[in-house]
């Protein structure tokens, strides 16, 4: 079946580090990807998406491409604050499904 | 505009009890989804409807199930609750059926005792 796998946590970094967050997916066609994230005691906002191999997206300072050689998704930001510091989610959805496939969250935490 | 709004906030029950939690999508929005959410974990798809049919069902038991109202809110309903179903419930809201575009609610906080 469809599945992400993102990389354990909690990742530790000081502020202004660069940050990588990895995801790499298995699906059955051509996903469109997505990087959700989950502020403490909130629900999920929708950080960046790609729906095509190449793509990248981007948003507050986050940049993710959509590489399909690689099958992978990684989040990456030059300067991590003290306020990105959340759960990340990685997450796929295929053309003609109903649903969102997420991965299993990885906890940022940013120290001053 | 009011984002995705869920109620309630938090909620206990016990165990063998049943359950109603609400959805009201963003205006314009025909499409709500529910995602179970353990502590811990990703969120795992429940129900998807659209246009007041259900669109798609992910892998749970038939203790849960669903509804979309002719103003497009909805409600989950879960039966003989366990401790398993403890979680946050999270109701996203899309335009049309294509999750592509989809924007989550705060979500409720479930304990069963």
């Known amino acids: 079946g469809d599945s992400v796998t993102q990389m354990e946590g909690p990742v530790t970094l000081s502020e202004e580090a660069f940050l990588t967050i990895n995801c790499t997916y298995t699906a059955t066609g051509y996903p469109s990807l997505f990087w959700y994230v989950q502020y403490p005691g909130e629900g999920l906002q929708l950080l960046l998406k790609a729906t095509k191999a190449d793509d990248k997206g981007s948003n507050k300072g986050f940049e993710a491409t959509y590489r399909k050689e690689t099958t992978s998704f990684h989040l990456e930001k030059g300067s991590v604050q003290v306020s990105d510091s959340a759960v990340y989610f990685c997450?796929?959805?295929?053309?003609?499904?109903?649903?969102?496939?997420f991965g299993t969250g990885t906890k940022l935490q940013v120290i001053p | 505009d009011a984002g995705v709004t869920q109620s309630p906030t938090h909620l206990i029950k016990t165990r063998g009890q049943h359950v109603t939690l609400r959805c009201s999508p963003i205006?314009?929005?025909?499409?709500v989804s529910w995602y179970q959410q353990v502590l811990g974990q990703g969120p795992q798809f429940i129900f998807q409807y659209y246009e007041k049919e259900e669109r798609g069902r992910g892998n749970f038991p038939d203790r849960f199930s669903a509804r979309q109202f002719p103003n497009y809110s909805s409600e989950l309903n879960v039966n003989a609750l366990l401790l398993g179903d403890s979680a946050l419930y999270l109701c996203?809201?899309?335009?049309?059926?294509?999750?592509?575009?989809?924007?989550f609610g705060p979500g409720t906080r479930l304990t069963v005792t």
């Open positions: 997450a796929l959805t295929l053309e003609g499904y109903q649903k969102v496939t």
């Open positions: 205006s314009g929005h025909k499409s």
């Open positions: 996203a809201s899309s335009p049309r059926g294509n999750p592509v575009e989809q924007y």
